[in-house]
T-cell receptor, first 112, second 110 residues
Framework: DADVTQTPRNRITKTGKRIMLECSQT?????MYWYRQDPGLGLRLIYY???????NKGEISDGYSVSRQAQAKFSLSLESAIPNQTALYFC???????????FGPGTRLLVL | GEDVEQSLFLSVREGDSSVINCTYT??????LYWYKQEPGAGLQLLTY?????DMKQDQRLTVLLNKKDKHLSLRIADTQTGDSAIYFC??????????FGAGTRLFVKA
């Protein structure tokens, strides 16, 4: 079984709709992250959490919110989706001093 | 601010060596990484190097770090078609945050 899972894998939604992307992990890591990937721009950090009570904004948090429901679960919400939020979204976890990141398979989101 | 730059495309013939280059700006980086992304999948760590090392070799992979020039490279020996993927350079700048480059798409021609 995958250590980091994301649901849904693909989603099409309309402008103005609220949607939630979910991430679960079985690695037991405290640190979790949400990134978006756009062609030519690489990965950009949206939000990160170092434990259940710790939530931090990344470089592109506007238009997004997160919830850390448990150590294993970290959800990303788009309150009112807009077309330029069309992207590939990745959840990741990490631990230890080497800071290796473990990625989920991604959610492909299309906002019409 | 922190930035990681790499070229977007590289094409090589099967059996040749591939060299993917990266430059970074944060001189206080502790670890530098290479991740691989295959189609339809998330990123997976290929290898990493601690900032006080110059070189690290792992089977077909050789990582070279020039701290003075803030330059990192990944050499893949005997490149195979299965090596076709996007390769991301990344640096850990402390505070448990990782900065990723835009990724280099490697095409391997049979």
């Amino acid at each position: 079984d995958a250590d980091v899972t994301q649901t849904p894998r693909n989603r099409i939604t309309k402008t103005g709709k609220r949607i939630m992307l979910e991430c679960s992990q079985t690695k037991g890591h405290d640190r979790m992250y949400w990134y978006r990937q756009d062609p030519g721009l690489g990965l950009r950090l949206i939000y990160y959490s170092f434990d259940v009570k710790d939530i931090n904004k990344g470089e592109i948090s506007d238009g997004y919110s997160v919830s850390r429901q448990a150590q294993a679960k970290f959800s990303l919400s788009l309150e009112s989706a807009i077309p330029n939020q069309t992207a590939l979204y990745f959840c990741a976890t990490s631990e230890g001093s080497v800071e290796t990141q473990y990625f989920g398979p991604g959610t492909r989101l299309l906002v019409l | 601010g922190e930035d990681v730059e790499q070229s977007l495309f590289l094409s090589v013939r099967e059996g040749d060596s591939s060299v993917i280059n990266c430059t970074y700006t944060d001189s206080s980086s502790t670890y530098l990484y290479w991740y691989k992304q295959e189609p339809g999948a998330g990123l997976q760590l290929l290898t990493y190097i601690f900032s006080n090392m110059d070189m690290k070799q792992d089977q077909r992979l050789t990582v070279l770090l020039n701290k003075k020039d803030k330059h990192l490279s990944l050499r893949i020996a005997d490149t195979q078609t299965g090596d076709s993927a996007i390769y991301f350079c990344a640096e850990s700048t402390g505070g448990f945050k990782t900065i990723f480059g835009a990724g280099t798409r490697l095409f391997v021609k049979a």
